[in-house]
């Protein structure tokens, strides 16, 4: 089974900055394309940023869009989100994942929490 490990959540105040990392293993990482999704406490999972497996297509939710940044390393099988000018709003666990369909065994996601 495919194996996600995410890393790189923090706590920060609003307006800095993260990058998130994915290491994606047991998988044909080139041949997927990937996504980060992110759930915050008492709402469901949303996917916020997609990229297709050649990377060079990206997709954006628009809460994040013109602030969060996808990109990938196929060689590395890794995913990655730099995420800058945070809100409180994007205070969340953020996991990656296959899209459009995720794999059914989630990692066990990144904390970001954005303080005010």
């Known amino acids: 089974q495919v194996q996600l490990v995410e890393s790189g959540g923090g706590l920060v105040q609003a307006g800095g900055s993260l990058r998130l990392s994915c290491a994606a293993s047991?998988?044909?990482?080139?041949?997927?394309?990937m996504g980060w999704y992110r759930q915050a406490p008492g709402k469901q999972r949303e996917l916020v940023a997609d990229?297709?497996?050649?990377?060079?297509?990206?997709n954006y939710a628009d809460s994040v869009k013109g602030r969060f940044t996808i990109a990938r390393d196929n060689a590395k099988e890794m995913v990655y989100l730099q995420m800058n000018n945070l809100k409180p709003e994007d205070t969340a666990v953020y996991y990656c994942n296959t899209v459009p369909q995720p794999k059914p065994n989630w990692g066990q996601g990144t904390q970001v929490t954005v303080s005010s």
């Open positions: 047991r998988i044909l990482f080139r041949f997927v394309d």
């Open positions: 990229i297709t497996r050649g990377g060079d297509s990206t």
